[in-house]
């Protein structure tokens, strides 16, 4: 049974940082790409960052130069490092795993297994 279990939300100051973790079991981690999501109320689900299988990234514009993502494949965790928080990063962050290896952010339908979330709130 594959299961992906976010945490490390919370809520901060503008300007803060934060640390989300995926944790993953069920399937053959390693050789699965990656991805984090995120939801705002009223909002549709957006692509934040990606990593593929051997560990090319890519981001949201919106938020290059401010988060990371990174695997440990040893663990079978996913993370991202969020630093210079804005207000508008506020939303449910959701971890996905697609079966087919891509560094693309693609569309949330091109994701085989989702987690159930882990709040993020930033307050001005």
């Known amino acids: 049974q594959v299961q992906l279990v976010e945490s490390g939300g919370g809520s901060v100051q503008a300007g803060g940082s934060l640390r989300l973790s995926c944790a993953a079991s069920?399937?053959?981690?390693?050789?699965?790409?990656m991805a984090w999501f995120r939801q705002a109320p009223g909002k549709e689900r957006e692509g934040v960052a990606a990593?593929?299988?051997?560990?090319?990234?890519t981001y949201r514009y919106s938020v290059k130069g401010r988060f990371t993502i990174s695997r440990d494949n040893a663990k079978n965790t996913l993370y991202l490092q969020m630093n210079s928080l804005k207000p508008e990063d506020t939303a449910m962050y959701y971890c996905?795993?697609?079966?087919?290896?891509?560094?693309?952010?693609?569309?949330?339908?091109?994701?085989?297994?989702w987690g159930q979330g882990t709040q993020v709130t930033v307050s001005s």
């Open positions: 996905a795993a697609r079966e087919r290896n891509s560094w693309l952010l693609l569309p949330p339908s091109q994701y085989n297994y």
């Open positions: 069920g399937y053959t981690y390693s050789t699965y790409s």
């Open positions: 990593i593929d299988s051997n560990g090319s990234t």
